[in-house]
């Protein structure tokens, strides 16, 4: 590492160096609209010390390191300066409220278009829905053009800059992002950058045979070093076979995909790959997307005798755009999904990394709860791990698109006598249905028989319950499910960070297995929770009170207004509580001398809490429950019936 005062006297001569020519190539902007130039300088003079390191560190030892860095710069400056005038209102408005994401405001929904909405026209129609739910940021996953057959939902992208022409143009998409924000709504897009389809310009470009672009991939011309690295990697995607290289007989040579074979991972060690993708970035932040979803931050840089994740270098990367978004699109955020273990997860957040990130913990240990009916391991992990910088914020989800992964840290469950690998082993036997008792449907996904690894596919309805109880026309049941399905919600809505539903989830939205009968998905069991919106059926129901769906989405409604209504449910601190009931899972969020206290009961058995205990967390004699209205005072226990949540204050 070189000392950190020569380099900042580096960064500085350089920057000198560097601004004449700057001001050289950008001479008829500059003029054109000075402001903008003005601004375009002082932020590059605010971030460019640690951009240079970052990059020095990266891309120092090549020997034409200058040529790159004036690229990189000379890319901020064009899309910087080509911004649209309401993105760069944008800009002054972010940075004036840096914290904006925090606030109680903030609910999120997530969705494919083709699947919600037919194609970018329908989800602007879908926009009053939208809002009468309560989102305020909408991430639409990927809907740009990708391979016909398989494309991995959209996640191997042929070209950032085209829209998928069955849903839309990207004039479309940059309508809608005005009309989104214009309603009050942020749009999220996946900036999927570890890898591109096999189909992408550059990968044609290395198909065949050009060298240059054959460096913007991982290729080999025979085993050799792949096998050397294999022997550290871990399988993402074991279900397609021979590991995490792909050979192409076209180009003779192995191809390194982390995902599937036709997911070709780009090689961030070539200064030029940092730059074009560098563009995209831009050019996505240009059209109107205020949150870039970093896919796969994981898996971005490869180092040999290490599992290629996690490393240094990747978060380098992920620092070094944001610096550079910072100087060409300030109000640009990026949510990180890094779905590894919680001490890695909570290393790509901070401000000058990503802003929020994906808490994979609380999702998984929710579930977890659900199974085991206890709270032990939800409440440890989320006193220890929750807190994460103030500048930040989770984003809370019960279910995505993907499949559940346990990844809930083996020492923490060691340190409540639970052996992680056996742990995992039931909750896959449980929420695939095959654990006596169980009531979820779900299916297993990349079961790997070399380490008995898997994870869970389903939708939130039929995990929790739903979908069994129905076909067995079970009352009872049928109810718990419901209240399973708000249990999990209400942790998200109130646990603080941004809460994002899975879209279809406000309904109870079962699995569907006609994925089975398409040759390009019946491989991949995520599938099974993607389904079509069913908006003559399902969601037509769901103002009728009498309906599942109805009950649903009514109440899960009623909680968002409350969340919407109280700060303390998202800003400020949140704080587990002994609860002294291994049953009940309960906290205290503290905001601006607000005070709340939730309490969820995890089991279909009444629960009991002596409301002397909750006085102790700060609460007066009598507190009042916001969900049901009830008063409580010290005088009395506070019962809790089957799933059943509390938000109290006093
Ligand atoms: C992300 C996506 C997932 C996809 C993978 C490869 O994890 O969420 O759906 O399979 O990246 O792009
Ligand atoms: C792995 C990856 C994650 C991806 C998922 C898809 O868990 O870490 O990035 O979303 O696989 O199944």
Redesign the pocket.
């Known amino acids: 590492m070189p000392n950190p005062l020569w380099l900042e006297r580096q960064a500085d001569l350089t920057l000198t160096r560097l601004l004449p020519r700057l001001e050289a190539a950008f001479r008829r902007e500059a003029k054109a609209d000075p402001a903008a130039w003005e601004t375009f300088t002082t932020r590059l003079g605010a971030n460019f010390p640690h951009l240079f390191e970052l990059l020095h560190h990266l891309y120092g030892s090549q020997y034409d390191f200058f040529y790159h860095l004036e690229q990189i710069l000379a890319t901020a400056a064009r899309m910087g300066l080509a911004r649209p005038a309401e993105l760069k209102a944008l800009d002054e408005t972010r940075e004036r409220d840096p914290l904006w994401f925090q606030s109680q405001q903030m609910v999120g929904g997530v969705c494919y278009v083709d699947l919600f909405a037919g194609d970018l026209n329908g989800i602007g129609q879908k926009i009053p829905y939208f809002k009468e739910l309560g989102l305020t940021y909408l991430h639409l996953m990927p809907l740009f053009l990708s391979p016909e057959e398989e494309n991995?939902?959209g996640?191997?992208v042929s070209s950032y800059r085209e829209v998928n022409p069955a849903l839309g143009t990207m004039d479309e998409l940059a309508k809608l992002a005005g009309e989104l924000r214009r309603n009050g709504i942020s749009l999220v897009v996946d900036f999927?950058f570890?890898?591109t389809s096999n189909e992408h310009e550059w990968a044609r470009c290395a198909q065949s045979g050009q060298p240059n672009y054959q460096d913007y991939y991982r290729m080999f011309d025979d085993r050799t070093v792949p096998d050397q690295y294999q022997q550290s990697l871990r399988d993402i995607f074991p279900d397609r076979g021979s590991g995490s290289f792909t050979y192409r007989p076209d180009l003779h040579k192995w191809v390194w995909t982390t995902?599937?074979t036709f997911?070709w991972d780009l090689n961030y060690a070539n200064p030029v790959v940092f730059t074009r993708m560098l563009e995209e970035m831009l050019f996505l932040a240009n059209v109107g997307v205020e949150i870039l979803r970093l896919?796969?931050v994981a898996f971005i840089w490869k180092q040999m005798g290490t599992a290629c994740e996690n490393l240094p270098e990747a978060h380098m990367i992920i620092q070094a755009y944001n610096a550079l978004a910072r100087i060409a699109a300030p109000s640009l955020l990026f949510k990180s999904?890094a779905?590894v273990h919680p001490d890695e997860v909570i290393r790509y957040i901070s401000p000058s990394e990503c802003q929020l990130s994906y808490n994979p913990l609380l999702m998984a240990l929710l579930w977890n709860s659900l199974a085991t009916r206890e709270v032990r391991m939800l409440a440890y992990s989320m006193r220890e791990r929750f807190r994460i910088d103030p500048h930040c914020a989770w984003v809370n989800y019960v279910r995505?698109?993907?499949d559940i992964g346990w990844t809930f840290s083996d020492e923490d469950a060691a340190r409540l006598g639970i052996n992680g690998y056996d742990h995992r082993r039931f909750l896959n036997a449980f929420y695939s249905g095959r654990f006596p008792g169980s009531f979820a449907r779900g299916l297993p996904f990349q079961e790997n028989p070399r380490t008995g690894d898997a994870r869970i596919s389903g939708t939130l309805a039929s995990l929790a319950g739903l979908e069994k109880a129905l076909q067995e026309g079970d009352q009872t049941e049928i109810e718990l499910a419901v209240r399973r399905i708000l249990l999990l919600h209400s942790v998200i809505l109130s646990i603080g960070g941004i809460p994002l539903i899975y879209l279809g989830d406000e309904v109870g939205t079962l699995n569907d297995y006609s994925y089975r009968s398409d040759p390009a998905k019946a491989k991949d069991s995520?599938w099974v929770h993607r389904p079509f919106a069913d908006w003559e059926g399902r969601l037509a129901r769901r103002h009728d009170p009498n309906t599942v769906e109805g009950r649903i989405y009514g109440e899960l409604r009623r909680l968002i207004e409350l969340r919407q209504q109280h700060a303390a449910l998202a800003n400020g601190e949140m704080e587990v509580i002994p609860t002294n009931n291994d049953h009940v899972f309960g906290y205290v969020r503290r905001y601006q001398g607000q005070r709340l206290l939730v309490l969820a009961n995890f089991t279909e058995q009444e629960q009991t809490i002596a409301a002397n205990e909750i006085r102790l967390h700060g609460l007066s004699y009598a507190f009042t429950d916001l969900v049901s209205g009830r008063t409580v005072t010290v005088a009395e226990d506070l019962r809790l019936e089957p799933y059943q949540f509390v938000w109290l204050v006093s």
Do not use: K, L, P, S
Request: charged content about 30%; overall charge negative.
């Open positions: 991995d939902g996640y191997a999927v570890n890898h995902f599937y997911q896919d796969a999904e779905i995505v698109h993907d995520r």
